[in-house]
């Protein structure tokens, strides 16, 4: 599970934390101590530090390259790629709501108020739910797919929204998490049971939202709107995928038992930024 969260500045000054699980720690020893690491690993030429285990906790960091640094506390046994998608969309929601952190005048209670969007964007990663643990992600939603995957990523690419919908709620926020770690500057909102809500979300841009099969048929109406349906694994909505998006896709499939989650994220990111 994950017990505690904090976003520091690279020479160590503390802007938030926030704590999930029963572990004690003093904020301020803590980033103090994980920014001298990063910083010695950067004199001597490594690359940026990812990862550190004490015992059976790990932390895991995400360096953005642009003086902030977030870190999580969890179990050894915790799946780091879960994590690390969850630690990056907290590092660029923070960056968005405070884009003049390094002209800011920090105090301790500076950040306060950005606890409610910590708990909703972490909730998935904080979540003890034993069925998402058990799953793979990514490779999870490209076997299932398959040759409908380059449909999926050519939607992600394009900045249309894309809606994901299945019978349990537990795998349908699995999927939209799963592909939102594509491109994690896109919003996620991986559950929404609001009828009016999820029909103005489909006018909106780079968003991945996870509905209940109730309103695929309504919305599946909308040619504008792509619809992954993982009861019978279709797609509805006119979607044609690029040559570059078939190759992508025809490559992660083949890949994935190889590379895993992780490395097949990292391939296909890539190509998203060509």
Not at 14 to 38: H, M, N, P, Q, W
Not at 132 to 153: D, P, T
């Amino acid at each position: 599970m994950l017990h505690n969260v904090y976003i520091f500045k690279a020479d160590g000054v503390c802007l938030f934390t926030r704590k999930y699980g029963s572990l004690e720690t003093d904020e301020a020893i803590v980033t103090g101590f994980l920014s001298a690491i990063s910083n010695f690993g950067e004199q001597i030429g490594t690359t940026s530090l990812q990862r550190l285990d004490f015992g059976n906790y790990r932390i895991i960091l995400v360096n953005t390259g642009e003086n902030l640094i977030t870190a999580g506390v969890i179990d050894k046994d915790d799946d780091v790629f879960v994590m690390e998608h969850g630690l990056k969309r907290l590092t660029l929601d923070f960056k968005s709501h405070y884009e003049n952190i390094k002209d800011s005048a920090i105090s301790n209670t500076l950040f306060e108020s950005y606890t409610e969007n910590a708990d909703k964007i972490l909730q998935f990663i904080s979540d003890s739910n034993k069925e998402i643990k058990k799953l793979r992600n990514l490779s999870k939603v490209i076997k299932q797919m398959k040759s409908k995957f380059e449909i999926l990523l050519e939607v992600i690419a394009s900045g249309k929204p894309l809606f994901i919908c299945s019978e349990s709620r537990e795998i349908t926020e699995l999927y939209c998490h799963s592909l939102a770690a594509l491109r994690p500057d896109i919003e996620l909102i991986p559950w929404i049971d609001n009828e009016n809500a999820v029909y103005i979300l489909k006018h909106h841009k780079n968003v991945i939202v996870g509905i209940p099969l109730q309103y695929l048929m309504k919305l599946a109406e909308d040619e504008e709107v792509t619809i992954a349906n993982l009861t019978h694994f279709r797609i509805h909505g006119a979607v044609k995928p690029s040559k570059k998006w078939k190759e992508v896709a025809k490559y992660a499939t083949k890949q994935i038992e190889e590379l895993g989650d992780e490395g097949i994220t990292k391939y296909i990111q890539s190509r998203m930024d060509n």
